[in-house]
C-alpha cells in the first residue's frame, strides 16, 4: 500500500494533524497514532521546522480529552489540549458494549446511541476551533437502518446529516452495509473503505494448503444483499462464486423483522472444496451458521468465514456448538469495532488488523491527496496472491 514518500511531502498538510479517540477506541487509535509517529519521524526531515509544516513531528498526535457523566447519566466533553487549526479526526466504535457509566448508582453500558451522543459531543467541543474535523468510524452508526420500506425512521441518513450539520468534512467507513447512504449528503465526502486485501492476507496467512482457483475454492454470498462482497472478492481471486436467497415470512415481524423461513442455494457444485462465505457483519450468527451448515450438506470441505465486523450479540456458544461439530474451520472479522477478550481466545476466531490501513487514509487525507490507490487493492491482492504461490 503505497504512502506518503519524503518526496510527496512536499505538500504542504491542510494543518496540524491531531486524533481524538472517544470511549472505547482508544486501543485502535493509539495503534494509528503510533504508525504515523513512526513515518513522520522518516519521512521529510528537512521541513520539520518550516513554519507550513508547525507541528508536523510529534512524539503523539493523540489529543487529550475528558468524556464526563453526570450521575443523571448526562454528559458533556472537555477537549484538554489545544486544538486551533488543527486537522482532527476523530476515531469513534459505536459498537463498544464494554464501555460503562454510572446513572443513578447503577453502572450502564454504552449503547451505540450513548456512543454516537459522545461522538457529537466531540464535535461540539472541538467547533470554530478545530480548521476541519474528520470523523473515522469503521462500522457505520445506524448503517442497517438504511431505507425506509413503510412508516420508520431512517436513522442511517439522519445521523450523517447530523455529523456533516455540526461540521464534519470527511465521513470515513469500512464496508457500508449500503454505501448508497452517501446520497444523504451530497456536499460532503463519504468514504466506504473495503477490506479486502487485509482479509485476503489473514486469510492466506492463517489456512494452510489454500489452493486459490475455480476447482478448489468458491465464494459465496449469504444473501442477494452482500452480492457485490462477493463478486469483487471473487474477481481478485479468479474464482467462482455462489449465492443463497432467504425466504422470509412477511406475515410477521419477530425483533424487527421477517423471521427467514429457509435458505436456499444457486450456484455451481460446492461438493470437495473450500469456501469463503463474505457478509459486512455477524450481528447474531444465526444466519450465517445455517448457511454453513447447508453447505456442509451439499459436501463442502472447509467453510471460511469473512466479515467486516463481528457483533456476537446473542454470545459466542452457538458459533463453539458449530465449530465443535465441523460446521466451519475459522471466522475472520476486523478489530474495527470492540473483540471482547473471550472472542480473541476462541480457537476458530482471527482478528483482522486495520491500523495501518486507517492511519494511511490519515496521513493522505491530511495532505489533501487523492485516496484513489487506497481505494484499489487490486494491485496489492495480486502482488499478495504472487507472493504466496497462490497465483
Not at 506518503?4 to 505538500?11: K, L, N
Not at 486524533?19 to 503510533?34: H, S, T, V, Y
Not at 451530497?186 to 489452493?211: C, G, W
Amino acid at each position: 500500500m503505497p504512502r506518503i514518500t519524503a518526496q510527496e511531502v512536499q505538500t504542504i498538510p491542510y494543518g496540524p494533524l491531531g486524533i481524538i479517540a472517544i470511549p472505547g477506541c482508544e486501543e485502535l487509535a493509539a495503534k494509528i497514532d503510533n504508525y504515523i509517529v513512526k513515518w513522520r519521524m522518516e519521512q521529510a526531515e528537512e521541513h520539520k521546522n518550516t513554519i507550513a509544516f508547525y507541528g508536523y513531528q510529534r512524539d503523539t498526535y493523540m489529543i487529550d480529552n475528558s468524556v464526563v457523566r453526570f450521575g443523571s447519566g448526562e454528559g458533556k466533553v472537555v477537549i484538554n489540549d489545544t486544538i486551533r487549526g488543527y486537522d482532527l479526526y476523530i476515531v469513534a466504535d459505536c459498537f463498544n458494549y464494554s464501555v460503562t457509566y454510572n446513572m443513578y448508582g447503577m453502572k450502564v453500558p454504552k449503547s451505540p446511541d450513548d456512543h454516537f451522543a459522545d461522538l457529537k459531543r466531540v464535535i461540539s467541543a472541538a467547533s470554530s476551533k478545530a480548521k476541519r474535523i474528520n470523523v473515522i468510524m469503521p462500522m457505520l452508526y445506524e448503517g442497517r437502518q438504511h431505507k425506509r420500506s413503510s412508516r420508520e425512521s431512517l436513522d442511517c441518513a439522519m445521523a450523517l446529516q447530523e455529523l456533516t450539520n455540526l461540521g464534519v468534512e470527511n465521513i470515513i467507513t469500512i464496508d457500508a452495509h449500503d454505501k448508497r447512504v452517501q446520497n444523504a449528503i451530497p456536499h460532503r465526502s463519504f468514504e466506504n473503505v473495503m477490506p479486502a486485501y487485509q482479509q485476503i492476507k489473514a486469510i492466506v496467512t492463517s489456512i494452510d494448503d489454500l489452493q486459490v482457483d475455480p476447482d478448489h475454492l468458491l465464494i459465496i454470498s449469504p444473501d442477494e444483499g452482500a452480492m457485490h462482497r462477493a463478486i469483487y472478492l471473487a474477481t481478485q481471486l479468479g474464482v467462482n462464486l455462489g449465492m443463497f436467497y432467504k425466504r422470509r415470512d412477511y406475515t410477521r415481524v419477530v425483533n424487527g423483522r421477517n423471521p427467514i423461513v429457509a435458505h436456499q442455494y444457486l450456484g455451481e457444485s460446492v461438493e470437495g472444496k473450500d469456501i469463503i462465505i463474505v457478509d459486512d457483519m455477524i450481528s447474531s450468527g444465526d444466519s450465517m451458521l445455517d448457511v454453513a451448515r447447508k453447505l456442509k450438506e451439499l459436501g463442502a470441505r472447509r467453510i471460511i468465514v469473512c466479515c467486516a465486523f463481528g457483533l456476537f450479540c446473542n454470545g459466542l456458544e452457538a458459533f463453539d456448538e458449530a465449530y465443535k461439530n465441523g460446521i466451519f474451520t475459522k471466522v475472520f472479522t476486523t478489530n474495527g469495532i470492540y473483540q471482547s477478550p473471550e472472542l480473541l481466545k476462541r480457537e476458530w476466531y482471527e482478528s483482522v488488523e486495520l491500523s495501518k490501513y486507517l492511519a494511511y487514509f490519515i496521513d493522505t487525507i491530511n495532505h489533501d491527496l487523492s485516496v484513489s490507490t487506497l481505494l484499489d487493492s487490486s494491485d496489492k491482492i495480486n502482488s499478495l496472491l504472487v507472493k504466496k504461490g497462490l497465483k
